[in-house]
């Protein structure tokens, strides 16, 4: 252990003032975070802060050794937290289980053993595909020890997505579970494993976590039962956490883009630690007595960060809940807030608007005064959410904490800072960037534009928690990200800043869906659906939905010898789901006799959109580079008179 780190007590930092603090940041990062990295445990304190000299693959904290699992556990059971409480779990059958940090540590080193046995050695892959169980962060928790890399799948992608996203990780093991409960269903996830494991050569050993009981077919030498290995291994062992280099890569996640085939999206451990510890203290101000509770599935960036590495960097106690938000009703949620007393609840704003439609008596029934402060991600949160979860949900008292951020991004980015200073909140935005993130919006040609006025959202210098690169594809990681406005990130999103300053998110600028908060590209839906054999084109679109903020929408042509048959339009919808997963259901699927298209072969996408949503077309000089104003407005007509 390195005499520079400090001890675990002396890492609060006194606050400044917001504005002060920011403008440090900026002006000098390699000393803001030289002090702000000392709040982790080195093994071996790094040379360099920041090695900038290869754009854009910037690498933090260079020459470091770090582990997160020692930082998650290790750190806390050598100090009075060793028996508090790291996770309260709640089954959404209503079982629960209550574990503190010395459990999880034990666990968790139990089951790094039993990895090591399997041969999983540093930098090696290992995918999970795992419900909401604490088995899910263990496993995780479990990797990271021994220097593995974990890929962790969402347990609602179907096997194909698995499949795939294994075998772009090359992974050695899958870690599964015989089913996972859902509105009082079992989903089959072993099942749908079995169908990915047939196109899954990498994969040497499966071990099958027993959650629901059901019966599954276990392919002997391959797949091994959890609690049957953990049997063969002593309850007090313990495997030296590996000291890896900062810039080992702690995971991969794979997210949606713009191109047909989902991004394997690489975080470092050492500056991804830092960036999730800082993020969490600024933006929430976590203490020690809270009940934090991220409302999100592990299966996205927002669990990896936010349930399992920040909130156990922090030493606190979080719920983490299996199910259903509205099973077996619709007040669910707000009865485990009463329950366990939650003082800090973070969603997205699709389950704040789902919430709503049942109406607010069923918040009304429960005692939610714990509350403290609110969260929202995901999405654009709108002012008619915003105030609904501000009186029924915060009862007028508890700021909303409104934080954008991205898969790429590691951690929160733009944000409210209840941990430094809170500016006055405005419905609908997200307030300042946090310390070291120099934020802009701007026009095509990379000019800052007027406040008021719509632009890109670019972020103009690295920060620690940002990807490294795109899991074995530097060359899409530069073009997808640094290549629209050179130097700088590029974020896919539009955003508006107001005369007071204030970032405004106004959603995706490229072609990337958000449905439910989750991330679906149009790309990777148009594939699915001309891999269908009556399928010779599709385009798809983003409607506006009420409640899921976006829902995608398809455009097929049929090829020769097809029917546009209802059946046939069930059909698809169907593969989707088998191919993708239930977020990726179409709404609606229209049969049309051609896609309108740009001269060169480009399909007007914002035309679809305005066409689904039924808009008007709106500046259609700025809306496709090649098709003149008079095509569009044919296209656009015919399309809608062949939906009428
Ligand atoms: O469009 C933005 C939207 O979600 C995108 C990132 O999606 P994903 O990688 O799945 O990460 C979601 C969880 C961090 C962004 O490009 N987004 C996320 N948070 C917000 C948001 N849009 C507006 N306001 C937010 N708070």
Known sequence: ???????????????????????????????????????????????????????????????????????????????????????????EPGDTRVIT?????????????????????????????????????????????????HSVVFSGFSGESLASRINDSNSKILITADGAYRRGKIIPLKEWADKALKLTPSIESVIVVRRTGSKVNMVENRDYWLHELLAGIEPDTYVEPEPVESTHPLYILYTSGTTGKPKGVEHST?????????????????????????????????????????????????????????YPHPDRWWSIIEKYGVTIIYTAPTAIRAFMRYGEEWVKKHDLS??????????????????????????????????????ETGGFMISPSAGVELAPLKPGSATFPLPGIDAEVVNDNGKRVEPGERGYLIIKKPWPGMLQTLWKDPERYVEVYYKKFPGFYYTGDYAMRDSDGY??????????????????????????????????????????????????????????????????????VKYVRNQIG???????????????????????????????????????TTLEDEASVEEIKKAYDELKKELE
């Open 270 to 326: 050492g500056g991804y630690l830092a960036w999730v510890y800082w993020t969490l203290k600024w933006a929430f101000d976590p203490r020690e007595e809270d009940v934090w509770w991220c409302a999100a599935d592990i299966g996205w960036v927002t669990g990896h960060s936010y349930i399992v590495y920040s909130p156990l960097m922090h030493g606190l106690t979080s719920i983490m809940y299996e199910g259903a938000p509205d």
């Open 101 to 149: 940090y010395y459990q999880l540590y034990k666990e968790v080193n139990r089951i790094a053993k039993i990895l090591k046995n399997m041969g999983v050695k540093k930098g090696d892959r290992v995918t999970l595909y795992l419900p909401m169980i604490p088995e899910l962060p263990m496993v995780m928790l479990a990797c990271a020890r021994i220097g593995a890399i």
């Open 370 to 407: 714990s509350l403290r402060i609110l969260g929202s991600v995901g999405e654009p949160i709108n002012p008619e959410a915003w105030n609904w979860y501000y009186k029924n949900v915060g009862g007028e008292r508890c700021p909303i904490i409104d934080t954008w951020w991205q898969t």
């Open 503 to 572: 970032f405004w998110l106004l959603g995706r600028a490229d072609e990337v869906l958000k449905v439910a908060a989750h991330r679906i590209g149009t790309t990777e839906l148009e594939s699915v659906l001309v891999s269908y054999p009556a399928v010779a084109e599709a385009a798809v679109a983003g409607k506006a939905d009420p409640v899921k903020g976006e829902v995608p929408v398809a455009f097929v042509v049929l090829r020769e010898g097809y029917s546009p048959l209802n059946s046939l339009r069930e059909e698809l």
């Open 582 to 620: 239930p977020i990726a259901t179409p709404a609606n699927i229209f049969f049309v006799d051609k896609l309108p298209k740009t001269r060169s072969g480009k399909i007007m996408r914002r035309l679809l959109k305005s066409v689904v949503s039924d808009q008007p077309l709106g500046d259609i």
């Open 1 to 91: 252990m390195s005499k520079e780190t400090l001890p675990v007590e002396s890492r609060i930092i006194p606050v400044k003032r917001l504005e002060e603090y920011w403008e440090r940041s900026i002006e000098d990062p390699e000393g803001f975070w030289s002090e702000h990295a000392r709040a982790l445990q080195w093994f071996k304190t790094w040379d360099k802060v920041l090695d900038a000299s290869n754009p854009p693959f910037y690498k933090w904290f260079v020459g470091g050794k770090i582990n997160a699992s020692y930082n998650a556990l290790d750190v806390h059971i050598k100090t009075w937290r060793k028996n508090k409480v790291a996770y309260i779990w709640e089954g």
